[in-house]
């Protein structure tokens, strides 16, 4: 069952509009040419207007400030789901979110057609326990309807005491589906990144959770540790990877790749740049890497996944992507005393030019998994992670219910067999699949 706007008529319209022909200097009738689109002198003047009869006329007081800040939010969330301005408050909460520690229930969120998207569940938050995935969209928190809503309007609801309950109505597109979800708020940590061996294969396993600001250093941490073993390849989990910082998706690039390779390029109107990397890699080519991706892949994530795959040093299994792939800029307005716009400035592009923001990446081994699927895994991996206390710190792997998993510990092990090629498949997965063979 889908969902609708909420449709909310007000009494009085008739008082509305008289007030409003009262004041107005043209009729509603009235028409803008196309050649005002570019006026700017224009658009201030009605801009101002609209301000001042707000201002006067609105059922309650209303200060020029709340006007302002609500003025300027709508201008830039109206341009894209990523594009916002915050208030010096709201800056501090999104700060937190990069620092991997904040309460609240562990989602990353977006928005798409007014609604909050969850882009991914971050592992072994209430969120995650609870089986939102990639894709959901949340329709009320705690009753109240989240259409219109902005971001940190969101988060704000989202967020509260450690301990205390909070109810989500969740539309599940897939499934077409609406259905109520409670869960229990608390202290989120991230640990960005968490690794072990699959054993009897000595392939060694990472999961980076989040892009975050000691992603790399963990990383390599965890590196050191899987190449002292001499394995015969590593499985970089990027799936319900939701991004965060670019310089961290450069240095994980860096990581695997020789020096001088370009990672990613951003072009905008205001800027372009390239980053490359700069070391040696950590990681030699003759070990195999195979990255996992999926719709809850994104941004930085999808750096990496689309680098690696351009060079064919990976080999990508999973499902298409989430399709993040645009810049967002920080402005501090006055030094950040009268708050930082977010703002949208260049789209990224990978080292062959590709750029695939609103579509998603495609793998190169395409691995379906039902909800079901993912149900099943899950509950078998609490059980394990229970029966042998093992913290939410290091992952837990298996083989049997994790398709995507297994098919990557195959690629690495040569077992792999190619399903024959769909009749209706087109030419750039062909192209895509006909270099599993060739990943190093």
Known sequence: MGFRKSQKFLGGLG???????????????????????NNQYLWFKVFSEVYLYTKDYYVKPVTPKQLMVNAMKGMVEKLDPYSEYFTPEEYKEFEQDLEGEFGGVGVEISLKDGRPVIIAPIEGTPAYKAGLKAGDVIV????????????????????????????????????????KVKIIRAIIHVTPVKWTMIEPYNIGYIK???????????????????????????????????????????????????????????KGRAEEKVYKTSHPAMVPQNVKLVILVNKGTASASEIVSGCMQDYKRAVLVGTRTFGKFCVQTPIPIENG????????????????????????????????????????????????????????????????????????????????????????????????????????
């Open 15 to 37: 008082l509305i509009f008289t007030l409003t022909l009262s004041v107005s200097p043209t009729s509603a009738n009235s028409t803008v040419n196309d050649t005002d689109a």
């Open 337 to 440: 005393k009268y708050g930082v716009l977010k703002l949208t400035t260049a789209y990224y592009y990978t080292p062959k030019g590709r750029n695939f923001n609103g579509k998603g990446l495609e793998p190169d081994i395409k691995v379906e998994m039902s909800n079901e699927d993912w149900k099943k895994l899950q509950k078998a991996k609490d059980k394990i992670r229970e029966e042998k206390n093992i913290p939410f710190g290091k992952p837990v792997v298996d083989l049997k219910l994790d398709k995507q998993l297994k098919v990557a510990v195959e690629v690495i092990e040569g077992t792999y067999k190619e399903e024959t090629k769909k009749a209706d498949e087109t030419p750039q997965e062909v192209s895509q699949n006909s270099s599993i063979n060739n990943a190093k």
């Open 208 to 266: 980076i959770v989040q892009f975050q600001t000691n992603t790399v250093e963990k990383l390599k941490s965890a590196l050191e540790q899987i190449l002292k073993r001499h394995p015969k390849g590593i499985i970089l989990d990027l799936r319900n990877n939701p991004g965060g910082l670019l310089n961290q998706a450069v240095g994980v690039a860096d990581l695997f790749l020789p020096p001088n390779k370009v990672v990613v390029s951003i």
């Open 140 to 179: 009320e928190i705690d009753g109240k309807d989240t259409y219109g809503m902005s971001i940190m309007q969101v988060v704000k609801l989202m967020r509260g005491k450690p301990g205390t309950p909070l109810t989500l109505t969740i539309f599940r597109p897939e499934t077409k589906r609406t259905f």
